[in-house]
């Protein structure tokens, strides 16, 4: 099983970024748990971060036909990010939405996602664990 695993803005700068809601790990170290993770379960994964819609977008695209699944945290894109929406769209990947901090307990502009209702589920609360869950889960899938 081949998957994706996308990261949006300001999340290459997790560790520094407000640790007491994002966690001390940087995302180099959350990945390489990922990656180790992914390996126990048999599965190839890819990482991409980009501080740009359109390089996401991009990214997207070139998985087309190419990878499974993708696991997205589009960071502050995910609350007005309609061009990732339409590039999910477009390339029909299965999809699952992360979250490191639980949105729905912070600030209302938040609370809204633009992908959220094309996605397969969505993970969000339980810190960097929340990629490892939605793998697990994919996991589940195969025969
Ligand atoms: C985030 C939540 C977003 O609201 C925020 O803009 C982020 C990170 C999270 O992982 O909790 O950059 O996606």
Known sequence: MKILIINGPNLNFLGKREPEIYGSKTLEMI???????????KMEIEFFQ???????IDRIQ???DKIDYLIINPGALTHYGIGIRDAILSTNLKTIEVHLSNVYSREEFRHKSVISDICIGKITGFGSEGYKM????????KK
């Open 31 to 41: 990945n390489n748990e990922i990656e180790l993770f992914g390996k126990k379960c």
């Open 50 to 56: 980009s501080n740009h819609e359109g390089f996401i």
């Open 62 to 64: 070139q998985a087309y």
């Open 134 to 141: 939605a793998l697990q889960y994919l996991s589940s899938l």
